[in-house]
């Protein structure tokens, strides 16, 4: 065990957003609109039609970044800037703002790491069908082609599909995010698109930018069970066979798990939509898995919601975020050491984070101290997995601004600078500070310093106190 709990040398530390949820601008230069502008529309949400206005703040967003010590920033490319209409004509003003962007971070010395899909697909794509028609794969290979010849020369790690399982779950099983679905075979269809998807985004990248390094980043949930009894612990499998190794498995290993294709089998008929060559596709050699890693699942044996495990709420005693989320650090070192053990693959930490909503005292500091508390917790719980043996990258915080957090709205705040959505006015919380002296140290700090003191915290984006307790 390391015992000064520091970081590789090289060690990514950033933030990550999507654009979606913080560029705001929905028609300018070109935009044509996504599924989440129509679903958000048709029901009458919060919608992304301003967010945190990144789109024209993102230079004064990047300073801040710098001044907060970040050396990376995750954040997506949107497909409906930069092809409107899924296929065909290149939206050229579109593609310009990203490249204003990657440079503009490199100048301030700031790794840039697009995701080529975070869920804005353009509605027109949907009118064809969306993700459940094959034809979208070929045409996200089209649109991830233009990404590369514009962008591959600055940017050296490329991240391709978020987090398929949220989108066939959320989006096409339970019907809470776009386009809101609600059938378990479609969103298997959709997730095996997607996928599919993700493997020739890693071809092109192979060949047309071969230095890069590229991955999936996934959602992965490690899943226990809630007691010894064989029952249990046969559910918690199943279930992390639907969460995590649907996924992992074909990515890393090139085919689908047997006991979750038996039972998805059962469930729906013949998955007949996978094709011969299509595993070849996903499987294209990574150079990395993206974690995204928020909470853990606690199953027992039971049927919910035609799927034979059941997902337990919230144990007593265990601390929650703001959304009721269990605050569980320790399984996220679990989860980084079984990935590390089972697929050996460099993890780079593209998502952690939680629902802290505190905004701006009177003295107008940020005392979000959930954040600070569980960003220890979990740095900690990544650098015990660096001396366990994880090969880890880097860690990306979820999320430098509050943002939309898709169907929950505004209401959720995860970033770790607060945003007035009515005035767009930017704070750096405590936990920013926070992180911004575990950076300059590239080892993890105690908390205490940052969860009392004077107001420290500035509207104009400087980082206070930061440099506290840097080497
Ligand atoms: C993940 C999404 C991200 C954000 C966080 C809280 O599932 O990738 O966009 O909403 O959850």
């Known amino acids: 065990m390391n015992a000064t709990g520091t970081f590789p040398a090289g060690f990514l530390w950033g933030a990550a957003t999507s654009s979606y949820q913080v560029e705001g601008a929905v028609d300018a230069d070109g935009r044509a609109p996504s599924i989440w502008d129509t679903f958000t529309a048709g029901r009458g949400m919060d919608s992304g039609a301003v967010a945190c206005d990144h789109y024209h703040r993102w230079p004064a967003d990047a300073d801040l970044m ?14 409906p800037r930069i092809v409107p209409q899924g296929t065909g004509a290149v939206n050229r003003a579109g593609l310009d703002h990203y490249d204003r962007m990657v440079d503009g971070l490199l100048e301030r010395g700031i790794t840039p790491v697009p995701t080529l899909y975070h869920w804005d697909l353009p509605q027109a794509l949907q009118d064809r069908g969306g993700w459940t028609a094959r034809t979208t794969t070929e045409a996200f290979a089209e649109y991830t082609e233009v990404c590369l010849d514009t962008l591959g020369d600055r940017v050296p790690v490329w991240l391709t599909v978020n987090e398929p399982w949220v989108v066939s779950v959320l989006g096409y099983r339970l019907g809470l995010h776009a386009p809101g679905e609600r059938d ?18 890693m071809e092109r990248i192979r060949e047309r930018c071969p230095d890069a390094r590229a991955g999936i980043p996934l959602s992965l949930f490690p899943n226990y069970p809630v007691s010894a009894d064989p029952a249990d612990v046969a559910a918690a499998r199943g279930s992390e066979g639907y969460t995590n190794r649907w996924y992992l498995d074909p990515v890393l290993r090139g085919r689908y798990p047997a006991d979750t294709w038996a039972l998805f089998e059962r469930l729906v008929g013949p998955l007949d939509f996978v094709q011969p060559g299509d595993l070849d596709l996903i499987g294209t050699r990574s150079d990395l898995l993206g974690v995204n890693y928020y909470t853990r699942r606690r199953i027992a044996a039971a049927e919910q919601d035609g799927l034979p495990w059941r997902v337990l709420p919230a144990q007593e005693g265990v601390p929650v975020t703001e959304s009721g989320w269990e605050d569980v650090p320790a399984a996220f070192h679990d989860l980084l050491v079984g990935l590390h053990r089972e697929y050996d693959v460099p993890l780079l930490i593209t998502e952690n984070g939680g629902v802290w909503n505190a905004g701006p005292d009177p003295d107008g500091r940020v ?24 090969r880890v990258l880097g860690y990306l915080h979820w ?61 104009d984006g400087s980082p206070g106190s930061a440099g506290d307790d840097g080497p």
């Not at 001044?67 to 497909?79: D, E, H, M, Q």
């Not at 378990?184 to 985004?201: D, I, M, Y």
Request: aromatic share 6%; hydrophobic share 45%; net charge positive.
């Open 399 to 459: 999320s430098l601004l509050d943002n939309l957090e898709w169907a929950e709205g505004y209401a959720q705040r995860f970033g770790l600078v607060h945003v007035d959505h009515a005035t767009q006015r930017r704070t750096v919380k405590d936990s920013a500070r926070y992180y911004a002296a575990v950076i300059a140290a590239n080892r993890v700090l105690d908390p205490a310093g940052h969860l009392d003191g004077p107001a420290g915290s500035s509207a």
């Open 184 to 201: 378990l075979r479609t969103s298997l269809l959709v997730a095996h698109h997607l996928l599919l998807a993700h493997g020739v985004a």
């Open 367 to 390: 005392r979000d101290h959930g954040r600070v508390r569980a960003l220890h917790g979990h740095l900690r719980a990544l650098s015990r997995a660096v001396d366990d043996g994880a």
């Open 66 to 79: 710098a001044g907060l010590n970040l050396n990376a920033y995750r954040f997506s490319l949107a497909w």
